[in-house]
Structures are given as structure tokens and as C-alpha cells.
């Protein structure tokens, strides 16, 4: 049973950082991808950053872009952080940590999610 679990969140003023990490367990787990995603109320659930195990390609949400960077602490460890510069108010929402889990179609195991609320 792969478990995620996110830590990082909390309240900031607008232009702080806030740096996000999301731990995985579970025998043998290694994804194809783990990823951050992001709810705002009253909105839908939308992609924010994504890395690829193998070989490391990284995508971002074109919000995001230039402020937000995700990466993983190392080799040995499963686990995504994000780097979150330059917060802005529209960047409030419950960041989730995904994983996509070999032979998925798609992100297939979630975190219960942290609140990231910026103040202007």
C-alpha cells in the first residue's frame, strides 16, 4: 500500500517562499512520476508541477512557471518537494502530492493535501 504524505503548508504573505515535501511509502514503490496538484475554492483540481523518475523531466503549469520548482531530496529517498517562490494570493489552494504508479494510466495514489494561503 503506497501511503503520501505532504508536509510544508501554511500562511504567507505575498512575494514569500514556501518549500512543500511530500514523502511516499510502501514496499518496493518506485512511480513513473510524482507530480503536485492544487485546489483553490470553489475550483477544480489543477496540475501544478511534474517530475518523471527516469530521467528526470520536469513539467510545470504555465502559472507556475519561473516562480515554482520541483525536485526530489535524492536517489534514495521517494520523495517531491516544491520549491514555491514568489507567492502570489491566486497561488491559495490545498497542494496535493501525486504518484503514478508503473503500468497506471495516470496518477493513481493521492495525499490528504496542505493549505498554502498567501495574503496580499
Known amino acids: 500500500q503506497v501511503q503520501l504524505m505532504e508536509s510544508g503548508g501554511g500562511l504567507v504573505q505575498a512575494g514569500d517562499s514556501l518549500r512543500l515535501s511530500c514523502v511516499a511509502s510502501g514496499v518496493g514503490f518506485s512511480p513513473v512520476a510524482m507530480a503536485w496538484f492544487r485546489q483553490a475554492p470553489g475550483k477544480e483540481r489543477e496540475f501544478v508541477a511534474s517530475?518523471?523518475?527516469?530521467?528526470?523531466?520536469?513539467?510545470y503549469a504555465d502559472a507556475v512557471k519561473g516562480r515554482f520548482t520541483i525536485s526530489r531530496t535524492s536517489v534514495k529517498i521517494t520523495d517531491i518537494n516544491l520549491q514555491m517562490n514568489l507567492l502570489q494570493p491566486e497561488d491559495t489552494a490545498v497542494y496535493y502530492c501525486?504518484?503514478?504508479?508503473?503500468?497506471?494510466?495516470?496518477?493513481?495514489?493521492w495525499g490528504q493535501g496542505t493549505q498554502v494561503t498567501v495574503s496580499s
Open positions: 517530475k518523471r523518475w527516469s530521467g528526470g523531466t520536469t513539467y
Open positions: 501525486a504518484d503514478q504508479s508503473v503500468g497506471a494510466s495516470g496518477y493513481d495514489h
